[in-house]
């Protein structure tokens, strides 16, 4: 297996998909070409290049249409080639959220320049399921929440709070959407409940790492948990 990112070329000019393989395999890529936009979705569907470089005018379905398809199923960074201004128009507006776009004639080295910047740009971007190291690790089976490698003693309701938070960094959570997330019955809720809650677990925190604030208070909106919290303790 090569360990080089492919980027997956849809054209179906073969001197313009001919020049772009060139360039892109001189640059250290691995490209793969397609010739229609049927194609390009089978194949994204099987392969999982590194980004796509997509052609408008295509003899099947246009370039958008594609992207619309391969959105539903794919976050891969996608990068236009557009020969008519109006094409151009349509990507820059950007109504579509594509990551970049290059107008025909194009020169095959700034197209590889931008790849490469949108490559490092997509490696820096925080994606859905590769969440930052966090210094709490959840044990479901044993409902459990350890903070620093250390076991927390929560009581089922600080659990409940703590869980929903970390699960969801930066989110801020409204007293009532945590009352309804963390208490089953809505008998003893109060926003004080989730306030008082909330408190203890701040103390229990604090014995294992005194000097930090992870769960920060939202002025009339409710808690989050912190998201620049250190890897390790300071
Ligand atoms: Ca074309």
């Given at each position: 297996m090569s360990s080089k990112p492919a980027i997956l070329i849809v054209e179906d000019e073969p001197g313009i998909a001919d020049t772009l393989q060139y360039a892109l395999r001189t640059d250290g890529f691995e490209p793969l070409w397609v010739a229609t936009g049927e194609a390009a979705l089978a194949k994204l569907r099987e392969a999982s290049p590194a980004l796509v470089i997509l052609d408008?005018?295509?003899?099947?379905?246009?370039g958008f249409e594609v992207f619309k398809r391969l959105r539903a199923f794919s976050d891969v960074p996608v990068v236009f080639l557009t020969a008519r201004a109006d094409e151009i128009d349509r990507v820059v507006g950007l109504e579509l959220g594509a990551d970049d776009y290059v107008a025909k004639p194009f020169s095959p080295r700034e197209l590889v320049a931008r790849i490469r910047t949108i490559l490092r740009r997509a490696a820096r971007a925080p994606t859905a399921?590769?969440?930052?190291?966090?210094p709490f690790a959840i044990d479901e089976g044993r409902r459990q929440i350890r903070f620093y490698g250390r076991p927390l003693e929560l009581s089922r309701y600080e659990y409940g709070l703590l869980k929903t938070l970390v699960e969801h960094p930066g989110h801020v959570f409204s007293r009532d959407t945590l009352l309804d997330k963390v208490?089953?019955?809505?008998?003893?809720?109060?926003d004080r409940t989730v306030d008082a809650h909330v408190k203890t677990l701040r103390a229990k925190l604090k014995t294992v790492a005194?000097?930090?604030?992870?769960i920060r208070t939202h002025r009339g909106s409710g808690y989050a948990l912190a998201e620049d919290l250190p890897a390790a303790l300071p």
């Open positions: 408008v005018g295509l003899p099947d379905l246009n399921g590769a969440a930052p190291p966090s208490w089953d019955t809505h008998s003893e809720s109060l005194p000097a930090l604030e992870p």
